[in-house]
């Protein structure tokens, strides 16, 4: 059976027919349970309500808890501050950014204000004002408040839209005195979002109780569905603590919730007809609707399932075909841009890539036999040098030049140190006389300018270190020491061991270093390459960050350069390597 007539006949045994058949044998059965089951989740969307309404209750409550910890805030309630300037200062300063911090991060906030308990705190407009303001009510309602508790009091009048404030008192630091009421007052929005959320509507009424049972005066969401006998009902049922959650009355669905933080139980209430009732008037239209999309959406769904499987079961047999002599490319068209034309595309591609591999095998054999032929030439090119380099001494030998035998010997030693195929790592006495052999040819440069001293005061040979080490520092000494004076320069290089790192000293009394690149050279050592400040790229200071982090990686613990220098007076290096993971030999 092919891909397309398993698609139509699935769609018609596990689809179509079981839906059809399910759907004529239960259709009068189900109607009690979805009554129930659309009650429960109303009940669900309630509880969702409530919840999102405590996550707005509780952050706004927090707002207390920013005042209270704020020592500004409490000292100022205190009386602390003893003048009005300085109690200006303050709120201006430290405590109003507080309210309208506040108030932009709780849009639902209407007002902050704190009622100051203390007649030497000084006033202030909408936001510190005298207790003498406050409602007598709820001066009464919040009397009984103990530390650390709030209170949420209901104070719209009747004919207004309902809202509500938050009162809670704050103390001063040691928690012995009261000096505030704090009072936030939240607009209407909020309790509209909450029912909006809650799902009251055309057709869903909201009715407020308070604990025991007494209706609200105000419902801010009213509907026709609800009549004024079936209020009087809910009224008592609402009364009745032993239904806790959503019922069934006669044909009236009603959830509830009681809501803690504002004292209040919500009852919402819709008519099942109201939900059901008129689908029943359409339900053969609704049927035959049903029936022809049905069809319809049949038609629809074999031309789709038929196009893929088309596409599919043609690069199927491509595939079965394909050899290494059968490469050809799968047609696309170009309006195949889904998946399977994706498929397709990666499909077509690997097929070229592989004719590729097979077309060019050759010349990827020839490649590889150039390269070796290239890499046999290089090994040959040094030794070419080293070999030119001996003749020429041997000349200068021969004709007695020692000076030109001299400076070819050091140069031939120091290309075969750099040039030669070793391990990363070497001992400190070869870096010592690959040193002494650079120097050797900057003393026949420069002449009786530069004078050279080697104090060597530990084991070289014994001293592992990495190759290359001494040399850039070196060459620094060289070019920016003793190549820009006229005068005589002197370049020590000293090395000693303590007890648990050696010391390698290098110093000259060249140029020396300005003070503001001394700065940033320093910081570029202390702090890496993030810290170079002025220093260019290609500068020889990247030189030292690169020989100070190659001993750091092969010496580890405290293993660091330290740099001195003054203008015009020289430089020294200082090489402190540990000796704690070098294995010495």
């Known amino acids: 059976m092919s891909i397309v007539k398993k698609i139509v006949v699935g769609y018609f045994f596990i689809i179509f027919i079981p839906v059809i058949v399910v759907g004529a044998l239960f259709y009068n059965q189900i109607y009690g349970s979805l009554v129930s089951q659309f009650a429960d989740n109303r009940q669900n969307i309630l509880e969702q309500a409530y919840s999102n309404l405590k996550t707005d209750l509780a952050r706004i409550e927090s707002v207390y808890r920013i005042l209270q910890y704020n020592a500004y805030v409490t000292d100022y309630l205190d009386g602390v501050f003893d003048s009005e300037s300085e109690s200006v200062y303050t709120h201006l300063r430290y405590i109003d950014p507080l309210f309208s911090q506040s108030m932009a991060i709780n849009p639902e906030m209407k007002s902050m204000v704190i009622y100051k308990l203390k007649d030497q705190v000084l006033s202030i407009p909408e936001r510190f004002v005298d207790r003498a303001a406050l409602n007598p009510k709820v001066l009464s309602a919040v009397a009984t408040l103990k530390p650390g508790k709030g209170k949420w009091i209901r104070l719209s009048e009747e004919g207004a839209t309902p809202s509500y404030s938050y009162y809670q008192y704050l103390y001063n630091s040691r928690y012995t005195e009261k000096i505030g009421l704090l009072e936030i007052r939240v607009g209407d929005e909020m309790i509209r979002q909450f029912l909006k959320a809650a799902g009251v509507g055309e057709h869903w009424r909201a009715l407020f109780f308070n604990p025991e049972g007494d209706r609200l005066p105000l419902e801010p969401v009213s509907a026709d569905a609800v009549f004024e006998s079936e209020d009087r009902m809910l009224a008592g049922l609402a009364a009745d603590r032993t239904i806790e959650s959503d019922f069934i009355y006669h044909r009236t ?3 509830q919730m009681f809501l803690k933080e504002l004292g209040v139980r919500v009852l919402i209430a819709g008519q099942v007809s109201d939900v059901f009732e008129r689908s ?3 339900e053969i239209v609704l049927v035959a609707i049903i029936i022809a999309l049905l069809v319809l959406l049949s038609v629809l769904y074999y031309s789709f399932a038929s196009s893929i499987a088309k596409r599919i079961l043609k690069l199927a047999r491509h595939m079965r075909a394909v050899s290494d002599s059968n490469l ?9 841009k889904d998946e399977i034309g994706f498929l397709t595309l990666s499909y077509n591609a ?21 390269i070796a032929y290239k890499v046999l030439q290089a090994q040959i090119k040094p030794h070419f040098l080293y070999n030119t380099l001996e003749t020429i001494r041997m000349m200068a030998e021969a004709n007695d030049d020692k000076e030109v035998a001299d400076i070819s010997y050091s140069f031939a030693r ?12 070497t001992v400190l006495s070869a870096e010592i006389e690959m040193v002494a052999y650079y120097l050797n040819i900057h003393q026949a440069r420069l002449g009786d300018r530069l004078e050279v001293e080697f104090d060597i005061r530990l084991d070289e040979e014994s001293v592992p270190c990495p190759r290359f080490m001494l040399q850039p520092l070196v060459e620094n000494c060289i070019v920016h020491g003793a190549s820009t004076v006229l005068r005589p ?33 320093r910081a570029l050592l202390a702090f890496g390459s993030d810290a170079k400040g002025n220093l260019d790229d290609e500068g020889d200071s990247l030189g030292l960050y690169n020989v100070s982090e190659r001993i750091k990686t092969f010496y580890g613990g405290t293993s660091r350069i ?5 203008e015009g007076k020289g430089t020294t290096l200082t090489l402190y390597l540990s000796k704690g993971t070098v294995s010495l030999q």
């Open 280 to 282: 029943r008037n359409r």
């Open 350 to 370: 690997m097929i070229q890539r592989l004719d590729e591999l097979i077309n060019h095998v050759h010349r990827a054999e020839l490649r590889n036999k150039e």
């Open 414 to 425: 120091l290309m075969r140190y750099s040039l030669s195929s070793q391990k990363d790592d």
């Open 489 to 521: 320069v002197r370049i020590l290089l000293f090395a000693e061991e303590t007890g648990d790192e050696f010391r390698i000293v290098l110093t000259d009394n060249g140029a020396g270093i300005a003070w503001d690149n001394l700065k940033d050279i």
């Open 328 to 336: 050809k490319l799968v047609t696309n068209s170009q309006s195949d």
């Open 253 to 255: 669905i009603v959830n």
């Open 562 to 566: 330290e740099l001195e220098s003054e």
